[in-house]
T-cell receptor, first 115, second 119 residues
Framework: AQTVTQSQPEMSVQEAETVTLSCTYD???????LFWYKQPPSRQMILVIR??????QNATENRFSVNFQKAAKSFSLKISDSQLGDTAMYFC????????????FGAGTILRVKS | GAVVSQHPSRVICKSGTSVKIECRSL??????MFWYRQFPKKSLMLMAT?????????EQGVEKDKFLINHASLTLSTLTVTSAHPEDSSFYIC???????????????FGEGSWLTVV
């Protein structure tokens, strides 16, 4: 079974600083997708960034970037120049077509950005 | 990114009645949609996979007769909570898979979610 582990239940960071959220996963598949979703207090799930396992290059989206280590099955999210609006629950998720494209979520990390 | 709309955002119903929640993909066709339930400060719990034109696939422990799912078109899936009870009160959220023909691959987008309160 696929599992996703987020070992940091809560984190905080000062505005304008950089923070890294960790995520590890376990799978025997070679082709899959990894995602980071942000869930602010509104509860809307917002796609932050996605990574395809066959791509070695780390995905980036503006201030958000990932460190994808396929051999180590690690997929951390780096948020640069943190903003107050980044305060949210962040979920790491795994998806593979062999498993019906169901998202397997980690437990989530609550990130608080302080002014 | 692609847009998924969920309606209603909040609904209150009386115990014993049924309530329907709609999930629409607005700018793409979705052969597969997913329904989740989320408890406070917890991760999303997958309830079922909704497949266009066929029966939904329910996760273990989810009552299919209580949570009816219909995926009648490529842009609409509905979740009906039948004979609702207070313990069904929760945040329900849907998602849809967008399949891109370019190098983007597959991506899952979420609706805004629906708060259900059963009184």
């Amino acid at each position: 079974a696929q599992t996703v582990t987020q070992s940091q239940p809560e984190m905080s960071v000062q505005e304008a600083e950089t923070v890294t959220l960790s995520c590890t996963y376990d799978t025997s598949e070679n082709n899959y997708y990894l995602f980071w979703y942000k869930q602010p207090p509104s509860r809307q799930m917002i796609l932050v960034i996605r990574q395809e396992a066959y791509k070695q290059q780390n995905a980036t989206e503006n201030r958000f970037s990932v460190n994808f280590q396929k051999a180590a099955k690690s997929f951390s999210l780096k948020i640069s120049d943190s903003q107050l609006g980044d305060t949210a629950m962040y979920f790491c998720a795994f998806m593979a077509s062999e498993y019906g494209n169901k998202l397997v979520f980690g437990a989530g990390t609550i990130l608080r950005v302080k002014s | 990114g692609a847009v998924v709309s969920q309606h209603p955002s909040r609904v209150i119903c009386k115990s014993g009645t049924s309530v329907k929640i709609e999930c629409r993909s607005l700018d793409f066709q979705a052969t597969t949609m997913f329904w989740y339930r989320q408890f406070p400060k917890k991760s999303l719990m997958l309830m079922a996979t909704s497949n266009e034109g066929s029966k939904a696939t329910y996760e273990q422990g989810v009552e299919k007769d209580k949570f009816l799912i219909n995926h009648a078109s490529l842009t609409l899936s509905t979740l009906t909570v039948t004979s609702a009870h207070p313990e069904d009160s929760s945040f329900y959220i849907c998602s849809a898979m967008a399949v891109f023909t370019d190098s983007s691959g597959n991506t899952i987008y979420f609706g805004e979610g629906s708060w259900l309160t059963v009184v």
